[in-house]
């Protein structure tokens, strides 16, 4: 029996929302089949934090590894999805169901997910609920917003709590389609030494 697949992913495309100063996506054709070339050859522009992608503990901390040094482990398994739409500016404890012991939490906090405009006031996760969720043993958390943190925030506390319990964070997910519950994930990064992130092609799909 085929399980269902669910696309997290964002297109890469030109015009793709990045947060505002950031590397706009760029693909331009170094060798054409139209100019002779037996073969089609892009080059990418673009940033690390483009649409769904994987923090990398050097994102936050100068010390901490880079995307190619982590386990790949927390971004493959059993994941929970959980729907906080409308919960207010942070998500708190007191708006989570029962983890039943989920090592990887996911959150939708978009009715619909802004595709092709920036959103400026988006829902972030408060730090204490990154602290709950730890002692809970959560390995990973994702959002579809552009951040676990408020968008104005310079102490950047939800990204410090995530580093200092070892959590791997995953943003700019596309949960429209997904209904609350349990999933496998697969969202795996690229080994980009040096990186402080990387887009990944993350998927849920139905448990067998």
């Not at 950031?22 to 100019?35: C, G, L, P, S, V």
């Not at 919960?87 to 990887?104: C, F, M, Q, T, Y």
């Not at 009715?111 to 002692?135: C, H, K, M, Q, S």
Request: net charge negative.
């Amino acid at each position: 029996m085929t399980r269902r697949i669910w696309d997290l992913s964002q297109k890469l495309h030109p015009g793709l929302p990045v947060w505002p100063g950031d590397t706009a996506f760029e693909q331009k054709r170094t060798w054409k089949m139209e100019e002779d070339s037996p073969i089609n050859v892009s080059a990418l522009t673009m940033s690390t934090h483009s649409g769904a992608h994987a923090d990398a503990p050097l994102h936050y901390s100068e010390t901490a590894p880079d995307i190619a040094s982590v386990s790949l482990e927390p971004y493959l398994g059993e994941c929970l999805v959980v729907d906080a739409r409308g919960v207010g500016p942070e998500i708190e404890v007191g708006d989570l169901p029962h983890l039943h012991s989920a090592d990887r939490v996911l959150f939708r906090t978009f009715e619909t997910f802004p595709r092709n405009d920036w959103a400026g006031e988006t829902t972030a996760i408060a730090p204490e609920t990154i602290e709950w969720l730890a002692v809970q043993g959560v390995k990973l958390v994702g959002i579809d917003g552009p951040s676990i943190d408020p968008q104005d925030s310079k102490e950047m506390l939800a990204h410090q709590t995530v580093l200092r319990h070892d959590i791997r964070v995953l943003e700019g997910l596309v949960l429209d389609d997904v209904p609350e519950g349990r999933y496998e994930l697969i969202a795996l990064p690229l080994p980009i030494e040096g990186g402080d992130a990387s887009p990944v092609r993350a998927i849920l799909r139905e448990l067998a």
